[in-house]
T-cell receptor
C-alpha cells in the first residue's frame, strides 16, 4: 500500500457541486499539506496542518476548506466547484519542521469542473 | 519577482550528455532546499536534498550558492530514463512549508 493515498484518482464534477478529496497516510507524520498543480504555475499551497487541532491557510485557500479528522487523515473540500478549480491536486506529508526528509506526495487527484 | 524560479526549458539533450538546471529563490532566510523529479501525470518524488557544502548521488550533483541565492542540479551521463520534469523546493522564512518552482522539463534523446 502507498504511504500517502488519495481518493478519488480522477473526478469530473459540475459547476456548483460540492466535492471532497480525501487523503490518508501511514507514515505517522504530523504535517500534512494540500497543493494544486497547474501547467506553467507549478505546485501552489492551498492549506496545511501540523496536527489535528491545527489548520493554516496557504497561498490560494479561497474557495477551499479542509478538515483534519485524525493524524492520518486530511480532506480537502470545494464547497461550490468552479471551472478554474480544474487542476491536479496533491496531498503531501512531512515529518517535522526541519524538512530534513522532504515531502512524500500522494499520487494525485485529477479534478475537472465542467 | 516570484519566490522560486527555474530555467524554463525544455532541455533536449542526447544520451550521455551533461545537463545543468538552476533554481533561484528570493527569500534569503530560506534554510532547506530540495530537488524533486516528476514524471508526466505522476506525483513529485524526492530526488535529493541540497546541502551547503554541495552533495553528490551517483550521476547527480546538487549545489547551493547562498550569496547569489540559487541552487543547481547537474546530471552527468544522461540516460533516457532521466527524462522528466525537475522541480526545486525552498522552505519559506517561517520554515512551515515549501515553495516549489514551476519545474524544468528534460528530454533525453536516443
Amino acid at each position: 500500500d502507498a504511504d500517502v493515498t488519495q481518493t478519488p484518482r480522477n473526478r469530473i464534477t459540475k459547476t456548483g457541486k460540492r466535492i471532497m478529496l480525501e487523503c490518508s497516510q501511514t507514515k505517522g507524520h504530523d504535517r500534512m499539506y494540500w497543493y494544486r498543480q497547474d501547467p506553467g504555475l507549478g505546485l501552489r499551497l492551498i492549506y496545511y496542518s501540523f496536527d489535528v487541532k491545527d489548520i493554516n491557510k496557504g497561498e490560494i485557500s479561497d474557495g477551499y476548506s479542509v478538515s483534519r479528522q485524525a493524524q492520518a487523515k486530511f480532506s480537502l473540500s470545494l464547497e461550490s466547484a468552479i471551472p478554474n478549480q480544474t487542476a491536479l491536486y496533491f496531498c503531501a506529508t512531512s515529518d517535522d519542521g526541519t524538512g530534513a526528509g522532504g515531502y512524500t506526495f500522494g499520487s494525485g487527484t485529477r479534478l475537472t469542473v465542467v | 519577482r516570484k519566490e522560486v524560479e527555474q530555467d524554463p526549458g525544455p532541455f533536449n539533450v542526447p544520451e550521455g550528455a551533461t545537463v545543468a538546471f538552476n533554481c533561484t529563490y528570493s527569500n534569503s532566510a530560506s534554510q532547506s532546499f530540495f530537488w524533486y523529479r516528476q514524471d508526466c501525470r505522476k506525483e513529485p518524488k524526492l530526488l535529493m536534498s541540497v546541502y551547503s557544502s554541495g552533495n553528490e548521488d551517483g550521476r547527480f550533483t546538487a549545489q547551493l550558492n547562498r550569496a547569489s541565492q540559487y541552487i543547481s542540479l547537474l546530471i552527468r551521463d544522461s540516460k533516457l530514463s532521466d527524462s522528466a520534469t525537475y522541480l526545486c523546493a525552498v522552505n519559506n522564512n517561517y520554515g512551515q512549508n515549501f515553495v516549489f518552482g514551476p519545474g524544468t522539463r528534460l528530454s533525453v534523446l536516443p
